[in-house]
């Protein structure tokens, strides 16, 4: 009789438990509930008085004035590159290490302008947040510092410029979403992959149907980090990884895809599985340098996702395996393919393409990549206005090959002249939450997750991705 009995109440605390998943209750101590057997994270409501930020254009800025909050491998560069921009005065820089910014501010008297204000201690960026003479504050700290920065710089009239990934949570994507619409400041993240040569000129053909219609992208971050683990300052970037599952980096691959596939500009991404290798190498590297005996983060993660316009993404991360670094960049489309790393090329459909281009350009071969000359001449017809415009300036100051330039160029001239930025509040938030959506897909057996929509229903109020004050 005991027996029957345990078994009735076992059998019917699981009926429970699972009718309690289906009806929607919040799973407890978490940010989400499983409903008709998709996770569905919280998504609050837009508050009374915040306005949408699509199509935002701040008052312009003549001369815009930037202060650097983290100025070592990432912060120093974009110092570097930051006064080759006419209209620019650096009034600040903040950071742990003052030798930092004695460092940085050598580098400004070197280029014949004037030394910065230093901050230091965790602290110090509120104080400068906090100036009246500023109106840019460009960070490139630790990830778990990206928003609460950003946060203050916002709060205090300041537009946010936050490297990658500007967040780290579902949670802290809706912060930076809220904030911006609040304080109508811009936040933008600092997502370099979409101004390479490559990415921009693919995404421009993309977008003028030269690949006809889309059906499949991929985008990846595979970069063995084992020459760079120590480098990081107090080991922040192993530690997050061992504590955090999912693609914790997925912006590089994703970014330029979703531009490509105009992402909350008359698409959207539906909902994502996620599933993960085993960690092996980084939980060797954690026990090496931290002493540590678990690893959240697998060698491998790949995510799948979809949109509503029926097309497939695959994202893939790996930053422990020893393989050659490949940012995988892909575009299948019904009449052409593109593939960036590890052989860069194109494919079309024979006849597809216009003898304008180049004489040959119609005799193409469905199975195999078109010429290198051929590629050459579809590149430089293609060629984004953007990259018209600077690249040559860009490969010289560099960054990246050049396409840090270009974004820290767009960003300024965008602020300058008073335009909408090229990626907003939304992409920042849509290309980071990845890292905590994946994490829960692959811890619940690679169960879907619906995919936040981030601009409240508004997704489809702008026409295709647009750069804004370009010579089209």
Same mark, same amino acid.
């Given at each position: 009789?005991?027996?029957?009995?345990?078994?009735?109440?076992?059998?019917?605390a699981?009926?429970?438990?699972?009718?309690?998943?289906?009806?929607?209750?919040?799973?407890?101590?978490?940010?989400?509930?499983?409903?008709?057997?998709?996770?569905?994270?919280?998504?609050?409501?837009r508050a009374?008085?915040?306005?949408?930020?699509?199509?935002? @254009?701040?008052?312009?800025?003549?001369?815009?004035?930037?202060?650097?909050?983290?100025?070592?491998?990432?912060?120093?560069?974009a110092?570097?590159?930051?006064?080759?921009?006419?209209?620019?005065?650096?009034?600040?820089?903040?950071?742990l290490?003052?030798?930092?910014?004695?460092k940085?501010?050598?580098?400004?008297?070197?280029?014949?302008?004037?030394?910065a204000?230093?901050?230091?201690?965790?602290e110090?960026?509120?104080?400068?947040?906090?100036?009246?003479?500023i109106?840019l504050?460009?960070?490139?700290?630790?990830?778990v510092?990206?928003?609460?920065?950003?946060?203050?710089?916002?709060?205090?009239?300041?537009?946010a410029?936050?490297?990658?990934? @500007?967040?780290?949570?579902?949670?802290?994507?809706?912060?930076?979403?809220?904030?911006?619409?609040?304080t109508?400041?811009?936040?933008?993240?600092?997502?370099?992959?979409?101004?390479?040569?490559?990415?921009?000129?693919?995404?421009?053909?993309?977008?003028?149907?030269?690949?006809?219609?889309?059906?499949?992208?991929?985008?990846?971050?595979?970069?063995?980090?084992?020459?760079?683990?120590?480098?990081?300052?107090?080991?922040?970037?192993l530690?997050?990884?061992?504590?955090?599952?999912?693609?914790?980096?997925?912006?590089?691959?994703?970014?330029?895809?979703?531009?490509?596939?105009?992402?909350?500009?008359?698409?959207?991404?539906?909902?994502?599985?996620?599933?993960?290798?085993?960690?092996?190498?980084?939980?060797?590297?954690a026990?090496?340098?931290?002493?540590?005996?678990?690893?959240?983060?697998?060698?491998?993660?790949?995510?799948?996702?979809?949109?509503?316009?029926?097309?497939?993404?695959e994202?893939?991360?790996?930053?422990?395996?020893?393989?050659?670094?490949?940012?995988?960049?892909?575009?299948?489309?019904?009449?052409?393919?593109?593939?960036?790393?590890p052989?860069?090329g194109?494919?079309?459909?024979?006849?597809?393409?216009?003898?304008?281009?180049?004489?040959? @350009?119609?005799?193409?071969?469905?199975?195999?990549?078109?010429?290198?000359?051929?590629?050459s001449?579809?590149?430089?017809?293609?060629?984004?206005?953007?990259h018209?415009?600077?690249?040559?300036?860009?490969?010289?100051?560099?960054?990246?090959?050049?396409?840090?330039?270009?974004m820290?160029?767009?960003?300024?001239?965008c602020?300058?002249?008073?335009?909408?930025?090229?990626?907003?509040?939304?992409?920042?938030?849509?290309?980071?939450?990845?890292?905590?959506l994946?994490?829960?897909?692959?811890?619940?057996?690679?169960?879907?997750?619906?995919?936040?929509?981030?601009?409240?229903?508004?997704?489809?109020?702008?026409?295709?991705?647009?750069?804004?004050?370009?010579?089209?």
């Open positions: 009789m005991r027996l029957n009995r345990f078994l009735t109440v076992a059998i019917l699981v009926v429970g438990l699972f009718m309690l998943s289906c009806s929607g209750t919040k799973i407890s101590g978490e940010n989400y509930k499983v409903k008709n057997g998709m996770i569905v994270f919280d998504e609050p409501e009374p008085g915040q306005q949408t930020m699509l199509g935002y @254009a701040a008052e312009p800025i003549p001369v815009v004035r930037i202060a650097f909050v983290g100025i070592g491998g990432r912060g120093a560069s110092v570097e590159r930051i006064v080759h921009i006419e209209g620019v005065e650096i009034k600040a820089l903040c950071d290490e003052q030798s930092r910014i004695d940085s501010n050598a580098f400004l008297e070197k280029m014949g302008r004037p030394k204000d230093g901050y230091t201690g965790p110090g960026y509120k104080e400068l947040c906090e100036r009246d003479d109106d504050v460009y960070i490139a700290t630790d990830w510092m990206h928003v609460p920065v950003a946060l203050y710089a916002m709060e205090n009239g300041k537009h410029a936050i490297e990658v990934p @500007a967040a780290i949570s579902v949670e802290e994507c809706w912060q930076l979403v809220d904030t911006s619409e609040r109508r400041r811009h936040c933008m993240m600092l997502e370099n992959c979409v101004y390479d040569f490559f990415e921009l000129t693919c995404m421009n053909m993309a977008h003028q149907g030269v690949f006809g219609e889309i059906v499949h992208a991929e985008g990846a971050y595979i970069h063995n980090l084992v020459d760079n683990w120590r480098e990081y300052y107090n080991n922040w970037r530690d997050f990884n061992q504590k955090h599952r999912g693609d914790v980096y997925a912006t590089h691959g994703f970014g330029p895809v979703c531009m490509a596939l105009n992402i909350h500009r008359g698409n959207k991404i539906t909902h994502l599985v996620a599933m993960d290798s085993k960690s092996v190498v980084g939980l060797e590297k026990r090496d340098i931290m002493g540590a005996e678990t690893f959240a983060n697998g060698d491998h993660t790949t995510t799948l996702l979809h949109t509503i316009k029926g097309q497939t993404i994202i893939q991360h790996n930053v422990y395996s020893p393989r050659p670094y490949n940012r995988l960049y892909q575009l299948t489309g019904s009449r052409g393919f593109a593939n960036k790393y052989v860069e194109f494919t079309f459909v024979k006849g597809w393409l216009s003898a304008d281009i180049h004489p040959s @350009a119609p005799n193409t071969w469905e199975h195999g990549f078109i010429s290198k000359e051929l590629q001449a579809l590149l430089d017809y293609y060629k984004h206005p953007i018209k415009e600077i690249e040559e300036k860009a490969r010289k100051v560099g960054g990246h090959g050049g396409m840090d330039f270009v820290d160029y767009r960003l300024i001239y602020l300058q002249n008073g335009l909408p930025l090229d990626q907003d509040v939304y992409d920042a938030a849509e290309w980071s939450c990845v890292g905590e994946s994490a829960v897909s692959a811890a619940n057996n690679s169960m879907p997750v619906l995919f936040p929509d981030f601009t409240r229903g508004d997704w489809d109020k702008l026409d295709g991705v647009k750069f804004y004050g370009i010579q089209e």
